[in-house]
């Protein structure tokens, strides 16, 4: 499943087609998804409309509409687990397999959705709305802040742990305490810290809850410089596969050695995921 990083990546790609450009009009080719699409809901606020921005807020991509007479609107866009958001070329017109809706711009250019496995979403809410609507209202700090936003760090953490018991793993993977940590990346950040992802939330003092907020930052940027992490299908805007799986240190690599202290890597199943990590050097 695409996490923060491959859908920051997937922005960044994406930023410099879109921006500045017109919709003509918004095509539902298969409306089924996690949430069925609304092509009329489309048509009447996304067509006609310029992007002023392409933004991120967790795992969700942001595409701001804006025109002369009314409010802004936003198109967002989840990935689930096997979406693609690609732009292509005037003159490729052809249907491609799994695509759920297309946004025709002006000069011949489309902003393609496509999700083979249906657990994507695609809508469109008054910008204004974003905060509090259903999908967005519940959700915690960014681990990336920008400037003049809530920014990560230890305290931040240390605050969301109290009066909870479970193991650390699960609770950076927890979306109101803070968004996109998903599996690869808080097993990766764990690693980096020296945690051991089955140690309980009560016993993590101030300094480890530090380093492991400067390690899920640092994971994550590093994720992003190197293109977001392909293990499966994972594309950027322009089509182009990441290579942060490359670095992996554990996540995936059961039974080798620890690039640290040597310890082979285990495997453990926590929530339902699978959890990798070195008993030699994680506390």
């Not at 489309?42 to 310029?50: D, I, L, Q, S, W």
């Amino acid at each position: 499943m695409p996490e923060l990083p491959e859908v920051e990546v997937v922005r960044r790609t994406l930023e410099p087609h879109l921006v500045g450009a017109s919709v003509e009009r918004v095509e539902v080719r298969a409306p089924a998804l996690r949430e069925p699409l609304d092509a009329d809901a489309f048509e009447r606020h996304a067509a006609g409309r310029r992007v002023a921005a392409v933004r991120r807020r967790a795992k969700y991509l942001l595409v701001d509409l804006e025109t002369a007479d009314a409010p802004a609107t936003t198109l967002v866009l989840h990935l689930g687990m096997s979406g693609r958001i690609t732009v292509r070329a005037a003159g490729d017109g052809e249907p491609l397999p799994h695509e759920h809706l297309v946004v025709h711009l002006a000069g011949g250019r489309r902003l393609s959705f496509r999700d083979p496995r249906r657990f994507g979403q695609a809508f469109v809410l008054p910008t204004a709305d974003l905060d509090t609507d259903s999908h967005f209202a519940h959700l915690g700090i960014e681990p990336l802040a920008d400037e003049g936003e809530s920014a990560l760090d230890g305290a931040h953490l240390r605050r969301a742990a109290v009066g909870r018991r479970g193991p650390v793993k699960p609770f950076l993977m927890d979306s109101t305490v803070v968004v996109g940590v998903g599996n690869i990346y808080a097993s990766e950040a764990l690693w980096e810290a020296g945690v051991h992802p089955k140690r309980t939330v009560r016993r993590i003092a101030a300094a480890r809850w530090e380093r492991l907020a400067e390690k899920v930052r640092e994971v994550l940027a590093r994720a992003i410089a190197e293109g977001g992490t392909t293990l499966n299908d994972f594309t950027d805007g322009e089509g182009n596969a990441g290579y942060f799986q490359v670095s992996l240190a554990v996540y995936g690599r059961e039974g080798e050695a620890c690039p640290r202290c040597g310890e082979a890597v285990r495997r453990v199943v926590q929530a339902g995921r699978s959890t990798f990590y070195c008993v030699g050097c994680q506390r």
